[in-house]
């Protein structure tokens, strides 16, 4: 399985569970100056650990855009820009 492409039910469930636990239980402030910095970081070291080539960008952008509606520096309250 590669994450974000099912072939099963099952690598499906897995997918929205990893997705639900990086929006709802992994702490970053979603919609908050600093949640797509705050994403790569964790991504970084959680990818690593884990032995995973995801590019820690691309994923935390998509993740940012389910969590929040928006690419990171898009959603309300990010209007600063500095993503």
């Known amino acids: 399985m590669v994450a974000g492409r099912e ?9 929205a569970k990893l997705k639900r636990w990086w929006i709802e239980d992994s702490g970053i402030p979603w919609g908050h100056p ?3 910095d705050a994403c790569v970081a964790l991504a970084t070291k959680v990818f690593a650990k884990h ?4 590019n820690p960008k691309g994923w935390c952008s998509n993740i940012h855009k389910e969590a929040t509606g928006a690419r990171p520096g898009h959603a309300p309250g990010e209007q600063d820009g500095k993503h």
């Open 7 to 15: 072939v099963t039910p099952k690598d499906a469930e897995s997918t």
């Open 34 to 36: 600093g949640d797509f």
């Open 51 to 54: 032995g995973v080539s995801i």
